[in-house]
């Protein structure tokens, strides 16, 4: 860890100072990076590759991100937040600018793209790990929360900067460049940020820094992986199979759906970033869960662009509840100065989900079509809040943080190792 977490008094610091708002920044700018590199898709198009191809290149770089995460993990608890945190975004600005100058679709942009995506997984993981060090527990799910609401904000940003690219500049290099370009310059800013914000850090090495696979067996989170990999699930639907679907119909465009999940997202993160100390962390699970479901249900019947907004509001209330209550419940077994392996454990999770149903979702598109596709994503994630609801413990006294002997015993555990 790089800052001794501050134990909660009568009278705290506030959460919401300088550092907050600085790396809240950061996130901001971070995504409207990845949102413009959207259009990756049209820079293989362009240089005479295939859908097929899109989707190899996309998933080697996811593949390798998530085995990266159980390295980077690692890396945090030895080594401290600050440097895995500057070589995560000097990764990304090396995939970013070389995909800008990259004409080959040989191997050089099957590297790029497991650079860009690597670097996005840390930067991520280790944005999530500081601030969640700088934070009293009982108030991690809400700043959580607060901080990932910039994702909104720079989704949406992202999405209009490219789209203003596409038609501001002449089609072909000049539109790859823009394309590329801007991101790269926007992850020299976000590191540039991160040198400042943890430039007082003092990391503690642990004398023990067990591998990734050896914590998550020991502090095993619980049914929450579960959920976890549900959101990578959810997230593949509406960022890969959303677009074929809007196609197929004649819809016009996803900029009315991901307004609309951005948008619905962001505000109900600000209604509900106490919940976690108010509602409960499993029930904004549940809710979540039910969100993303009954969206899914209704995008089969929609047969003009505007009716996007109605399931878009639903994902979008989904994951503002799910990620900050996964993040925080997934990471809480794990001691304090392991936290950040369990951070990179949770999150992979994510990753994991998308490469679990990926494969699955788009089997059930070639044989059968779109309707029984959302139909199956809506039916699996019904069945894990069903399934959640019924085994999680609901004592709220237990929900919203650790009991303090069980942070006691992690600790004793660790001395006796």
Known sequence: MSITPIVPTDEEEPIYNRLFWLCYLANVMLVTANAITFRFADLITYLGGTEELVGDIVGCGVFV???????????????????????SALI??????????????????????????????GMFTCSVVHIQQNVPQHRR??????????????????????????RSFAPGNA??????????VLGLCYLAIVIYVTRNDIHRRPKVTPAAHQLLF????????????????????????????????ELGGIGTFFAGYAA???????????????????????????????????????????QLIGPSLLCGFGH????????????ESFPSHYRGTGTTIVLGFFDAGAIIFAPIL????????FTPMFYTSASVMTLTATVYTLTANHSLSKDIAIPQNQELCASLEEAID
């Open 65 to 87: 991100a998530l085995i990266a995460r159980f390295f980077l993990g690692q890396g945090i608890d030895r080594y401290g937040v600050r440097r895995l945190w500057a070589l």
């Open 92 to 121: 990304f600005v090396v995939g970013a600018g070389g995909m800008t100058v990259c004409r080959s679709l040989g191997w050089e942009i099957f590297a790029l793209r497991m650079c860009f995506a690597t670097g996005i997984a």
């Open 141 to 166: 799910t809400e700043v959580i929360g607060s901080l990932g609401s910039s994702g909104f904000v720079g989704m949406i940003l992202g999405t209009q900067t490219s789209d203003w690219m596409l």
């Open 175 to 184: 539109q790859f460049y823009a394309l590329f370009g801007i991101p790269a």
């Open 218 to 249: 020991r502090y095993w989170p619980g049914q929450v992986v579960v959920v976890a990999i549900m959101m990578g699930l959810s997230f593949t639907v509406i960022s890969v199979f959303l677009t074929r679907f809007v196609s197929q119909r």
């Open 264 to 306: 619905s997202a962001f505000v109900i993160r600000i209604m509900t970033r106490r919940w976690g100390e108010t509602v409960g962390r499993n029930k904004m699970i549940t809710l979540g869960l039910m969100g993303h479901a009954i969206g899914h249900t209704i995008l089969p019947s929609i047969t003009q662009e505007w």
């Open 320 to 331: 503002a509840l799910l990620f900050p209550a996964v993040v925080s419940l997934g990471t």
């Open 362 to 369: 788009g089997s059930i598109i070639d044989r059968w079509g």
